[in-house]
């Protein structure tokens, strides 16, 4: 029986003392990282991303070095119905981590609508499906932690990026929304909130060389760490650095067609 098959009984055999953890996007950057993280700290795992092959070494990896249980699902979740069929494999888990996502960079009357449908499946509505069949289990054992990967691009508009940026402050508003909901129930809801990071993103969104990715990034390990830390504090948000602290604090005081240009300097082609 191969990895996929067995994920649906995951959550019935063998779990750890904390628990069984769900990540998305684990086959590399951010999602790589958190996985870590995860075994390190004893919980077993579902990850869950495109490529079975990465999938597949970072669970043995993960198995061996921390001897907990770590199996794999290969599923696009840009198409719709992707989170039923995650749900379908894994029908409860203990800790969520919603990191999976992707940006376009282009006029946004010039990108494929195809893309943009896929974009807006992947950033925001299979982390919201998602978080909606897991948070119910979690209330009800009034236990479990759920952390979205949103980014300091939601604080502001980004011309040349408008999908993107436009689905990162969706994910912020609904993170919050969502600590608020859960305050005081034992389960808690977390927004990180990454600058400019070191991770496959830069290539797939095709910003090599737009000035916001020429300087210098941050790494994705220290990235992570914070992010795990925040969540399992139960913290509303997280934002890793200095410089992103202060722009997040500094955007509602600037001119607003000020910040628009700037924007767009910071990632036009």
């Known amino acids: 029986m191969g990895p996929d098959e067995e994920v649906g009984h995951m959550e019935n055999r063998g779990v750890s003392a904390k628990g ?3 990540v998305t996007g684990a086959s590399g950057g ?12 004893g919980w077993n795992l579902v990850l869950i991303a495109r490529s079975r092959d990465k999938l597949e070494t970072l669970a043995r990896e993960l198995r061996d070095s921390f001897g907990i249980e770590a199996e794999i699902l290969a599923q696009d979740l840009s198409v719709l119905g992707a ?6 494999r894994v029908s409860r888990c203990d800790v969520l981590v919603n990191n999976a996502g992707f940006a376009s960079n282009g006029a946004f009357a010039s990108l494929p609508e195809t893309r943009i449908s896929e974009e807006l499946l992947l950033d925001v509505v299979t ?21 979205n990967v949103a980014s300091t691009a939601g604080f502001l508009p980004g011309p040349f990026m408008a999908v993107y940026y436009a689905a990162k402050a969706y994910v912020i508003s609904f993170s919050e929304a969502l600590w608020e909901e859960t305050r005081g129930t034992g389960v808690t809801v977390t ?7 070191a991770t496959g993103f830069v290539a797939r969104a095709e910003v090599q ?6 300087g210098s990034l941050a790494e994705p390990g220290s ?7 925040a969540m399992m504090a139960g913290k509303r948000i997280e934002i890793p650095g200095v410089s992103n602290k202060l722009l997040a604090s500094s955007v509602p005081f600037m001119p607003r067609a000020s910040l628009l240009r700037v924007s767009r300097k910071m990632v036009e082609k």
């Open 191 to 197: 927004c990180l909130c990454p600058g400019a990071t």
């Open 30 to 41: 951010l999602g790589l990282e958190f996985a870590r993280l995860l075994a390190a700290d």
């Open 127 to 147: 982390l919201t499906q998602l978080t909606r069949k897991y948070l119910p289990v979690m209330l009800q054992r009034k236990s479990g932690r759920i952390l």
């Open 209 to 214: 060389n737009v000035p916001l990715f020429k």
């Open 20 to 22: 069984l953890a769900v």
């Open 223 to 229: 990235v992570a760490r914070a992010g795990y830390r």
């Open 83 to 88: 989170a039923d069929a995650v749900f379908a």
